[in-house]
């Protein structure tokens, strides 16, 4: 059934709203409500964790108004035990709600929607249904599976290096590339790198403008996978682990000293269970940081790490930016170090890809899909 203009045009409004807060690890909801009159009476959005649902904002904004009106939400309302999202509506007199897509949390009573149905009012899902899907995507891999949703980003040359012979990858793609960069990091509760990219760039890994945080300023954790605890005292991750929280996964059989230095410094570290080849079990890493309450990650290098999520089928989403470089066949090993598929069959890929120009770069982003394994 197509959709009416004007719901199209209020849930894009509603997902705008949505994409202003950073709720995590609470999912992401704009909502407006409009009048009978096809006005609209307000916005709103969940802000941070603390905040009150958008639903609950919105509706204490329009009081009375709200009779009659009718309600857009980017996400199905809760219908908890107990004092509810749906609850609310209900009082407040509304009497049509449409939403963007349905909450998999919500089963309790036979969900909001239908319990919002139940109560006479009328109610239409999937306006804007793809969008509002991707938008609580990350949300929804965490409450299902308990790991965070994974983004891999890399930076590569046209014949696929990350770096010049000498080892130089300062800077391969151009500055518009590093500008989505940061808000990519903005977006995402967490961000990771291997140890050698760690040690070969001695990055800070923090969100540059501030426009870009939280109201209270704060920044994503900076994590770090680092089997021998090699990262040095001095490195600029741990020289700032008090001002911006840093976590070093490490192995069983890594240096107590080194832990000791490192967590005197401001640093987590967290030894997890090592592969037979000796490497972090990225899978329980990214269990320990789920438990933890962090809901996505953005992992921006290095080769062996992006390799390892791929072969492990832990990357959910990746954002390629290629530069127009060629740097040669003694250029440093291409932007994935892994085995990779027998054939391009067999290939992990992007599905439905966005392409941008990005400066003079090219940029392509979306959900990765594997392979389903044969027998």
Known sequence: MSKSDADVRHMAAALAQAQRGRPSPE???GVL????????LTEAYRGSDADSPAVEQALEAVGEAAKGATLYATLEPNNAEGQTTVD????????????????????????????????????????????ARALIAPW??????????VALKLALSLDGRIAS???????????????????????????????????????????RDPALLPADGSQPIRIIFDTKLRLPRGARLVETAEEVA??????????EEAEAALEDAGCVVRRVAQTAEGRIDLHSALTTLGKAGVVSVLVEGGAELAGTLLAGQLADELHAFLAPILLGPRGRPGAVD??????PADAPRVIDPSWEVCGQDAYVHGRLAYPEPEG
Not at 190 to 201: E, K, N, P, Q, R
Not at 338 to 343: D, I, L, S, Y
Request: charged share 20%.
């Open 338 to 343: 892994w085995a990779g598929p027998e054939t």
């Open 88 to 131: 609310q509506i209900l009082s407040a007199g509304i009497k049509r709600v449409v939403l963007g897509t349905a909450n998999p949390e919500s089963t309790q009573r036979g969900g909001g929607a239908e319990r919002l149905r139940d109560a006479g009012l009328t109610v239409d899902t999937g306006t804007h249904g793809a969008e």
């Open 246 to 255: 840093t976590w070093i996964f490490t192995g069983e059989d890594a240096s």
């Open 27 to 29: 999912p992401p909801v």
């Open 165 to 207: 012979r000498s080892g130089v990858s300062k800077w391969v793609t151009g500055p518009e590339a590093r500008v989505k960069v940061q808000h990519l990091r903005s977006m995402h509760d967490g961000v990771a790198v291997g140890i050698g990219t760690a040690l070969s760039d001695d990055p800070r890994l923090t969100v």
């Open 33 to 40: 409500i409009v009048s009978g009159e096809g006005e609209v």
């Open 140 to 149: 929804v891999k965490h409450v299902t599976s308990g790991l965070p949703h």
